[in-house]
C-alpha cells in the first residue's frame, strides 16, 4: 500500500485541535522570567544617554556590552552588519538597544527606560534618514542578466511598450507571534527536577532555547557567534503557528536577546512579541518598483525585454541579496525572449530590515511581468491568452540566464487548463461593459536554493531503525504546511514499509542533521530526495529483512545522506548566468472581480488556480497550500497595506492592518497537474511558494479589465479612484497615456 | 469568582480585571486557549460564555461570574469537529484551529456555506485560505450520527435550555 499519492493521517496527531499541542507561550519553567525589548524611537542618530527610571530590584537588565567576550555583537547571517543591540548609531525605527527581565510582566511593562539621541547623519548613507529606495544613494545589491544584444532586438521591434509597476510591504500575520525561551544549562530548579537545560550540566555555559522557529541551524549559528567558543547552544523548535517566511531570519535575533537575559539573570527568560512588537519590528515583504521595456513584433513575438527591478532593503543586509536574486532571475517571467537585460538593485534605507515572505522577490517581479503583459495584450489588441501561448517558455526554450528548459516545462500546459476550466475566454466576452472583471496571471518559480546554493548547503538527512520501523532525522520544521507528514510518506514508500511504522525525531539541534533551512519551496523536493536516497541505502543494508526485525537482531542503524543536485546544473554566480533552479513548479491564475461602482471596493468572486507540482505527495495537504498561499496572495493583491510613516510601521495592529477573512476570500477551483521532475522525490517539485506569485498580477488583470488602469498593489478603493481619475483627465486631454508611462511607438 | 467551566463548577481566585484570558491560560493553565492579537480581531482566544462565542483577550474576568465557559479543553479529544478538522486539513499550523472549532460550535448544525463565512469572519486563519475549514465543518455534519447535534456534542452540561439571552460581555464577537 503505497503512502505516497494518499491523504494518510497528518503525523500532527489530533493535538492542535483538542489544544493540547503546544507552542512557545504554552511552554513554561519552574523560575521562569519575561522579558521586554526597549527599542530605538527614531530612524537614524546616534544614542547619547540611557537612563533607568524605575526600582532595579528583580530586573536584568542586559545591553550591548553584555555580549560574551570572544563573542560578537552580532545577527551573523550573510553579511556581519546587525548587532544584536545597538551600541551607538541607530539605523532604523525599533531597533533594539536595551534589554530587561523580570518576574512580573507588570513590573516589566512599566519600567520607564529613557533614551536619548542625537540627531543627524545616518553614517551609513552619509545624510538624513532615507525612506524612499530610489532616493537612496547606497546600494546593499546589484546584479545583470544579460541575453543576447538588447539593442538588436529592439532594432527588429515592430513597437515597444514600457511601463513601471510598485508592490507594497506585506506583512507576515502568522497567527502566533514571534517568541522564545533561553533556559540557562546551570540552572538549578531544572536540574533537580531532571530537566536538561541543555547538552550536559557540567557545562556551566551553555544554553537551550525552545521556541517559534522555521530554521533552527540559523539560530544555532547566530548563537555560537554571538556567544563565542566559550558556550554550547542547543535550538529545539516548539510547534510553530504558521511562518511564511517571517521566522526564517528574525528568531536568531530574538533567541541571541533572550539568551544573553537568561545568561546574565541565570534563569529561563521566556520573550513572546505581542502584535504591536512583531508588525512593527520584525520583517516585511520588500517593497518593489519595477520598469518594464518592451519591443514587440506585431504579432506580439516578444524580441527584446529591459527590466529594471528596484527593491527597499531596509537598515541592514539580511536576507535581501538573495530575496534580489530569486526576483531578478524571475523578472522576465515564464517567457522566452533572446534578448533580454534585467538589472536588479537592493537599496539601503532606514526602516526595519525587509525579509523573507513566501515568494521571496517573485511575487513582486512577476506581478510588474504580467500586468505589463497585459497591457502589451490592450496595446497590439491581441487577447491576454493568445499573447501568453505566444511566448511562454517551452522544452527546448532558455530563460533569460539561459538555462534550457526540459520536459518538465507546463506553462502552455497550466495556461491552456486554466483558460478551459475557468471559461475564460467566454466570460471576458459576457463581463465587458459590467462591473465584473476577469484577468489572468502565468508564472513559475524555482524549487530549492538559488545557482549554486544547494550544493554550498550540502544539505543532510538521515534515517535510523527503531524498534517499530524507521525513524526520519531532519531539520526541517513542521510550520503548518506539513512536513513531518509528507517526509513521513516518503521515507514509508521508499523503505517499503506502512506509513503507521514512521517517526519523525523531533527538531533539535543537538539530534537532528542539518537538512538546511526550511524555506524556497525545498523541503519536499530537495530534503525529501536526500531521505529517499538514504532510505534505499538502509533498505541495502537490511537485505529481506523488516526494519524491526533487523533493529532486534543486529540492534541500531542508521543512514545519513548528504544533498547531491544534479550533475547537469550549471551556475555561474558573478555573471547570473545557468541552470538557476533545478526545476520550476508552473501556475495560472484566473480571477474574476466585481468592482463596486460607488466605492471601488473590489470583491473577488473566485479564483481559478492551475499548479503543475510535479507529484503531490499528499494531494490533501498540496491543495491546502495552493488554497492558502492564494488566499494570502488575495490579501497581497487587494487589502493588506503597510502605511509607513517616519520609517515606522504606522498601522502595527490587526485592527488597522487587514488580512483577509472568511468574507474577503474567493471561491477557489484548484487544479493539480503532475509532469514530474525526474529527480525530485516520486517526481516532486516545488510547491510551497508558487501559489502566491500568481493572484495579485491576475486580480489587477481582472480590474484592468473593467477599465482601470491600475499598476499597483495592493489594489485599494483609493487607487482605483485614483485611476479612474487620472483616466478622466487623461480623456479630457485626448492623452492616451497615464502614470507617466508610454505606449507606444 | 464562581462560574461553570467546561461544564464542572469552579471557583477561581484572580483579579475581577484580569483579562479571560490570561486567567484561563495561567491560572487555570488551560492553554488551549491562544492569543494572537490582544485585541479582539484574529478570534484565536475564542471561548463560548453561555454558548456565544467571544474573545477571551477582551472579556476581564469580573464578567465571567454566573456564566457557563467552555474552552476547547471542554470538547474532549474526540469531538467531530476535531476529527474533521485534522482530517480535511482544516488545520495547518493549528494555532487557530481551537477557537475556529469553538467558532463553529456556536454556528448549530448543519449551517449553510453563507452561515459558515459569516460565522467565522470574526476568526483569522493565515494557512488554509478557509477553504479546508468548510471542507472540515461539512464532513464533520454529514459524518456525525443522525440524531446527535453537533453544535452541543461533547459539550457538557452546557445550558441549551436556558432561554435565558446570552448575556453579550463587552467581548462579543462584532458581527459583519
Redesign the interface.
Given at each position: 500500500m503505497s503512502a505516497v499519492g494518499t491523504n494518510v493521517?497528518?503525523k500532527?496527531?489530533?493535538?492542535?485541535?483538542?489544544?493540547?499541542?503546544?507552542?512557545a507561550?504554552?511552554v513554561t519553567f519552574p523560575g521562569m522570567i519575561y522579558g521586554r525589548t526597549v527599542r530605538s524611537t527614531i530612524a537614524a542618530g546616534r544614542i547619547t544617554s540611557v537612563t533607568h527610571a524605575y526600582d532595579a530590584a528583580g530586573f536584568t537588565v542586559v545591553d550591548h556590552r553584555d555580549v560574551p567576550k570572544g563573542g560578537r555583537n552580532l545577527v551573523a547571517l550573510i553579511v556581519d552588519d546587525q548587532p544584536c543591540l545597538v551600541e551607538r548609531e541607530v539605523r532604523h525605527v525599533a531597533e533594539p538597544i536595551v534589554l530587561l527581565a523580570h518576574a512580573d510582566r507588570e513590573a516589566l511593562e512599566a519600567a520607564v527606560v529613557g533614551i536619548e539621541y542625537e540627531g543627524g547623519p545616518s553614517l551609513r548613507s552619509g545624510r538624513q534618514a532615507v525612506f524612499n529606495p530610489l532616493e537612496s544613494p547606497t546600494v546593499l545589491k546589484e546584479f545583470t542578466i544579460e541575453k543576447g544584444d538588447l539593442k538588436r532586438g529592439f532594432d527588429s521591434a515592430d513597437m515597444v511598450v514600457e511601463g513601471t509597476y510598485r508592490t507594497g510591504h506585506q506583512e507576515?500575520?502568522?497567527?502566533?507571534?514571534n517568541g522564545v525561551i533561553a533556559v540557562p544549562d546551570n540552572y538549578g530548579p531544572l536540574a533537580s527536577l531532571g530537566v536538561t537545560g541543555g547538552l550536559g550540566m557540567a557545562n556551566a555555559n551553555g544554553v537551550t532555547v525552545y521556541g517559534s522557529i522555521q530554521c533552527p541551524f540559523y539560530v544555532e549559528k547566530a548563537l555560537k557567534v554571538m556567544l563565542g567558543p566559550n558556550y554550547t547552544v542547543r535550538v529545539v523548535q516548539t510547534?510553530?503557528?504558521?511562518?511564511?517566511g517571517g521566522k526564517e531570519e528574525y528568531p536568531s535575533m530574538l533567541a541571541c536577546h533572550a539568551t544573553l537575559l537568561a545568561l546574565k539573570s541565570g534563569r529561563p527568560v521566556k520573550m513572546i512579541y505581542?502584535?504591536v512588537e512583531d508588525m512593527l519590528a520584525t520583517t516585511k515583504r520588500h517593497p518593489s518598483y519595477i520598469t518594464h521595456r518592451t519591443g514587440l513584433k506585431k504579432d506580439g513575438t516578444i524580441v527584446a525585454m529591459d527590466v529594471d527591478v528596484v527593491i527597499d532593503g531596509g537598515a541592514y543586509v539580511t536576507l535581501s541579496p538573495v530575496v534580489l536574486s530569486r526576483g531578478g532571475i524571475h523578472a522576465a517571467g515564464p517567457y522566452r525572449c533572446d534578448n533580454t537585460r534585467i538589472r536588479a538593485r537592493a537599496m539601503f534605507t532606514n526602516t526595519p530590515p525587509n525579509g523573507a515572505f513566501r515568494g521571496f522577490g517573485a511575487p513582486q517581479t512577476q506581478f510588474a511581468m504580467e500586468v505589463h503583459m497585459d497591457r502589451i495584450s490592450s496595446a497590439l489588441g491581441i487577447d491576454p491568452v493568445t499573447l501568453r501561448e505566444r511566448n511562454a517558455l517551452r522544452e527546448g526554450d532558455s530563460t533569460a540566464t539561459g538555462q534550457v528548459l526540459k520536459s518538465d516545462c507546463s506553462a502552455l500546459r497550466v495556461l491552456q487548463e486554466a483558460v478551459r476550466r475557468s471559461g475564460f475566454e467566454d466570460k471576458r466576452e459576457r463581463y465587458k461593459g459590467t462591473k465584473r472583471g476577469i484577468g489572468l496571471a502565468l508564472f513559475y518559480h524555482g524549487s530549492g536554493f538559488t545557482g549554486s546554493g544547494e550544493l554550498k548547503l550540502g544539505s543532510k538527512a538521515a534515517v535510523e531503525l527503531t524498534k517499530t520501523g524507521v525513524r526520519l532525522l531532519v531539520s526541517s520544521t513542521e510550520?503548518?504546511?506539513?512536513t513531518r507528514t509528507m517526509h513521513a510518506q516518503i521515507v514509508a514508500d521508499a523503505m517499503g514499509i506502512p506509513y503507521e511504522d514512521v517517526e519523525v525525531a523531533p527538531i533539535d539541534t543537538s539530534i537532528v542533521p542539518d537538512s538546511g533551512p526550511t524555506v524556497a519551496s525545498r523541503t519536499c523536493m530537495v530534503v525529501g530526495k536526500i531521505l529517499e536516497r538514504a532510505c534505499i541505502e538502509l533498505r541495502e543494508k537490511i537485505g529481506s529483512m523488516t526494519p524491526a526485525s533487523y533493529f532486534k537482531k543486529h540492534g541500531p542503524l542508521r543512514v545519513e545522506k548528504t544533498h547531491v543536485p544534479p550533475a547537469w546544473l550549471t551556475w555561474d554566480e558573478t555573471l547570473y548566468r545557468g541552470d538557476a533552479y533545478a526545476t520550476y513548479a508552473w501556475g495560472c491564475n484566473v480571477a474574476e472581480v466585481e468592482v463596486d461602482q460607488d466605492t471601488y471596493e473590489v470583491r473577488p468572486i473566485k479564483i481559478t488556480a492551475v499548479s503543475d507540482i510535479g507529484r503531490a505527495i499528499h494531494p490533501?495537504?498540496a491543495?491546502?497550500q495552493i488554497?492558502?498561499?492564494?488566499?494570502?496572495g488575495v490579501g497581497f493583491g487587494l487589502i493588506e497595506q503597510v502605511v509607513m510613516k517616519n520609517g515606522a510601521m504606522a498601522n502595527s495592529?490587526?485592527?488597522n492592518y487587514t488580512?483577509?477573512?472568511?468574507?474577503d476570500?474567493p471561491e477557489?477551483d484548484?487544479a493539480i497537474l503532475e509532469n514530474p521532475f525526474s529527480e525530485g522525490p516520486f517526481g516532486a517539485k516545488g510547491l510551497g511558494e508558487l501559489p502566491i506569485d500568481g493572484p495579485a498580477p491576475a486580480l489587477v488583470n481582472a480590474i484592468r479589465s473593467i477599465g482601470l488602469d491600475v499598476r499597483e498593489v495592493p489594489a485599494t478603493p483609493e487607487l482605483l479612484l485614483a485611476s479612474k481619475r487620472s483616466r478622466q483627465h487623461a480623456e479630457r486631454h485626448s492623452d492616451t497615456l497615464t502614470y507617466g508611462a508610454s505606449v507606444g511607438a | 469568582m464562581k462560574f461553570t467551566l467546561n461544564g464542572a463548577a469552579v471557583d477561581v481566585q484572580a483579579h475581577p480585571m484580569k483579562r479571560l484570558l490570561d486567567v484561563l491560560?495561567e491560572e487555570l493553565n488551560?492553554?488551549?486557549?491562544?492569543?494572537?492579537?490582544?485585541?479582539g480581531?484574529?478570534g484565536?482566544c475564542t471561548v463560548l460564555v453561555d454558548g456565544a462565542p467571544v474573545c477571551a483577550c477582551l472579556i476581564p474576568f469580573a464578567q465571567t461570574e454566573g456564566t457557563s465557559v467552555t474552552?476547547?479543553?471542554g470538547?474532549?479529544?474526540d469531538?467531530p469537529?476535531?476529527?474533521a478538522?485534522?482530517?480535511?486539513?482544516g488545520?495547518?499550523?493549528?494555532?487557530?484551529?481551537?477557537g475556529m472549532?469553538l467558532a463553529t460550535i456556536a454556528l448549530g448544525d448543519n449551517p449553510s456555506l453563507a452561515q459558515?463565512?459569516?460565522g467565522?469572519?470574526?476568526?483569522?486563519?493565515?494557512?488554509?485560505?478557509?477553504?479546508?475549514i468548510y471542507r472540515a465543518i461539512a464532513k464533520a455534519n454529514t459524518g456525525k450520527k443522525s440524531g446527535t447535534r453537533l453544535g452541543t456534542l461533547g459539550v457538557k452540561n452546557r445550558r441549551a435550555t436556558d432561554k435565558r439571552k446570552p448575556a453579550r460581555p463587552s467581548g462579543s464577537k462584532k458581527r459583519?
Open positions: 493521517k497528518r500532527d496527531g489530533i493535538g492542535k485541535a483538542t489544544g493540547r499541542t503546544k507552542y507561550d504554552d507576515h500575520v502568522y497567527i502566533e507571534t510547534e510553530t503557528g504558521g511562518g511564511f505581542d502584535r510550520i503548518g504546511q506539513g490533501a495537504m491543495k491546502g488554497e492558502g498561499g492564494t488566499g494570502q495592529q490587526l485592527t488580512i483577509p477573512t472568511t468574507l476570500t477557489m484548484i | 491560560r488551560l492553554t488551549g486557549t491562544k492569543e494572537g492579537c490582544g485585541e480581531e484574529c484565536a474552552t476547547i479543553e470538547l474532549g479529544e469531538h469537529l476535531q476529527h478538522f485534522m482530517d480535511e486539513v488545520a495547518q499550523c493549528g494555532i487557530c484551529t481551537p472549532i459558515i463565512k459569516e467565522l469572519a470574526g476568526n483569522l486563519c493565515r494557512c488554509t485560505g478557509y477553504e479546508a459583519p
